[in-house]
């Protein structure tokens, strides 16, 4: 994990009197069924409070519930003046999936869990076969048939 964020983690007993610095809490472990396990346990248990979500199959993020790529979304339709009907968006993970909640029009890569691709409004090749490219040009462009 140091090696994907460029940082040493910091690892904790336990999460009492933490309550401020914390941008992300991840959990990792190599038993994918029991991280999303976790993954619908934290949903349940922080409610609307915080966004659990699989950001890989082995790795669990748990954000501030404003910190989510669906919050993105909102932010750039205000900054940009543009309906959130007009937006597109393309992913692969489950972390991608309050984009795809919160846009007009989404994009599942090829490659993605079932469960992402259940989400979206399209899919389109995977990563190792051009998929983001195909996706721009058969549906944003329009030039791929």
């Known amino acids: 994990m140091s090696s994907t964020v460029q940082f040493a983690p910091i690892l904790v007993a336990s999460f009492d009197g933490i309550t401020t610095s914390?941008?992300?809490?991840?959990?990792?472990?190599?038993?994918?069924?029991?991280?999303?396990?976790?993954?619908?346990?934290?949903?349940?248990?922080?409610g609307d409070r915080a966004t659990a979500n699989r950001s890989q199959p082995y790795y669990l993020d748990v954000t501030n519930k404003?910190?989510?790529?669906?919050?993105?979304?909102?932010?750039?339709?205000?900054?940009?003046g543009i309906p959130p009907s007009e937006i597109a968006t393309i992913g692969d993970q489950p972390t991608d999936v309050p984009m795809f909640v919160r846009s007009g029009f989404s994009i599942a890569m090829g490659n993605a869990p079932n469960e992402v691709k259940a989400q979206a409004t399209v899919t389109t090749d995977s990563y190792n076969d051009e998929g983001f490219a195909k996706a721009m040009e058969r549906f944003i462009l329009g030039t791929l048939a």
Not at 22 to 46: N, P, Y
Not at 66 to 80: I, R
Request: proline share 0%; charged share 30%; net charge negative.
């Open 22 to 46: 914390v941008a992300k809490i991840v959990g990792v472990s190599d038993d994918l069924e029991r991280v999303q396990r976790c993954e619908a346990d934290a949903r349940t248990a922080f």
């Open 66 to 80: 404003g910190a989510n790529k669906g919050a993105v979304v909102d932010f750039l339709s205000g900054h940009l």
